[in-house]
């Protein structure tokens, strides 16, 4: 029997009680330099093991810690003595490929670290074509994926905080696009993109906008960066938010955000609609003073950058990732559509999706039994009727490369669909398969949005219903 799932989100578990405090841990007032100890925790973010990295502002370095609070190291130091640090503002790890991306808002560069600290480059390269203006928050995107390779790019996602606008990079600094531009209507910025988030199910852009004009909101884009919807925390607890300045969308699709002024964190779903806060201005053990930002681990626990207390406080949901149980129901979850019309792709398009299957799974049953389509794509675009295009068995021809899969076959009219699959660790770590479908753009028949594509491979299905395509 064929499971299907809905582009919508599936069976996400929303935060419904306030989380337990744990621990914390910071020295207040901090002794210059001291182990252990902040000045200005000002950014924290976590890897796949859940250790934690908190960006130690007027310290100038980066301290990681264990999931409890215990010391591991530090690097950095003032640049003026030797350092590679002015003002460090932002962290994001790279729990897949073990890299950790640190902005630094005086010397307008993003610098990248192993996990120990090594350093390995430094953004904007000579020569670049880009710039930034006091970079702030940062977040890695795990769901650009090249449409040549079926490889994911991991993508570096800049809060341009001075260039009011969110600048996208791929893994090798290279400038791939902006979100946002200047301005005070919706999807703009005026100086006050200071963090940004990726969803790790959708891939839609959550910005913590503290704009001068039109701001104190959370924006929410595609991730194509058309945006969707604004809110103002109006409906939480403490009204209106007063400089949202750190932003986390955790697995479970709770969008949390460290309300500065407000000295609290709110949790809303991802259209804005509120669920809880959990705040009080004062000393550490659930309190908080001026908290600046915020991070999940994959089992679930919430750490908090309390930058007034000079402290980091962890917190527990009891849930894996934001979520109760399992997140992701089998069966295939498609996110996004591409035509290309010109360029390079000229005459292709790719499907976009992944596979919601146990992750400690070694494979899906493919080939499918004999006398049965391997796999299969229904599309319906414009005012074409759906048709279904399926890859008989003796067709289907398949090779290994590495953790890749790759099949294609002839489907009605001649024409090739191919298939990649690949499985790959996402930012919390999970394991996850993922898919992308290219072929022959002329399937779609009359190309217009919205459109609607059915997948099955094998015993698995999934259907995308009215995605909005990206026709270029």
Do not use: C
């Amino acid at each position: 029997m064929a499971l299907v799932a809905l582009l919508s989100v599936p069976a996400l578990a929303q935060i419904s009680e306030a989380p337990t405090y744990v621990t914390h841990w910071g020295v207040s007032p901090p002794p210059p330099g001291g182990v252990g100890a902040f000045n200005e925790p000002l950014a924290v973010d976590v890897d796949a093991d859940g250790n934690v990295y908190v960006v130690d502002r007027l310290n100038h370095r980066i301290q990681k810690f264990g999931n409890d609070g215990a010391f591991e190291l530090s690097w950095g130091a003032h640049i003026n003595s030797g350092g590679t640090f002015r003002d460090p503002s932002g962290i994001a790890v790279d729990a897949s490929n073990g890299w950790v991306y640190v902005a630094d808002r005086l010397l307008n560069n993003v610098q990248r670290f192993d996990t120990v600290g090594t350093p390995d480059a430094t953004w904007p390269p000579a020569g670049s074509t880009y710039s930034f203006v006091n970079p702030a928050g940062l977040d890695v995107d795990t769901h650009i994926v090249d449409p040549i390779t079926g490889m994911k790019r991991y993508d570096l996602l800049v809060a341009d905080l001075g260039g009011s606008r969110i600048v996208r990079l791929n893994s090798s600094g290279g400038l791939e696009g902006v979100i946002g531009e200047f301005g005070g209507g919706p999807g703009q910025f005026v100086m006050g993109p200071a963090d940004v988030a990726v969803d790790p199910l959708t891939g839609d852009v959550f910005v913590g906008d503290s704009s001068f004009v039109g701001g104190n909101l959370i924006q929410k884009f595609n991730s194509d960066g058309l945006h969707q919807v604004s809110w103002d925390g109006s409906s939480s607890t403490t009204g209106l938010f007063v400089r949202p300045v750190g932003i986390e969308v955790d697995s479970g699709g709770n969008v949390l955000v460290a309300d500065l002024g407000n000295n609290s964190i709110k949790a809303f779903d991802t259209m804005g609609v509120f669920q809880l806060e959990w705040n009080a201005a004062g000393d550490p053990g659930g309190q908080f003073f001026n908290p600046q930002d915020v991070a999940v681990d994959s089992s679930g626990n919430i750490f908090i950058a309390d930058t007034g207390n000079n402290q980091v406080q962890k917190f527990s949901t009891g849930t894996s990732g934001g979520g109760a149980g399992d997140p992701f129901p089998m069966g295939i979850n498609l996110n996004r559509v591409k035509i290309w019309q010109r360029g390079r792709h000229k005459d292709k398009f790719w499907i976009h999706g992944f596979l919601n299957l146990d992750p400690e799974s070694e494979g899906i049953n493919l080939p499918a039994p004999a006398g049965e389509a391997v796999a299969s794509l229904t599309i319906g675009s414009g005012t074409s009727a759906p048709v279904t295009f399926t890859m008989p068995t003796d067709e289907f021809r398949s090779y290994f490369r590495g953790r890749l899969i790759r099949f294609r076959g002839t489907v009605e009219g001649g024409a090739y669909l191919r298939f990649h699959l690949f499985k790959r660790r996402d930012k919390d770590g999970a394991k996850r398969y993922w898919m992308v479908v290219t072929g022959w753009r002329g399937i779609f028949g009359d190309i217009s949005s919205p459109v609607t594509v059915s997948i099955v491979l094998g015993d698995n299905a999934g259907t995308v219903e009215d995605q909005y395509a990206w026709i270029r």
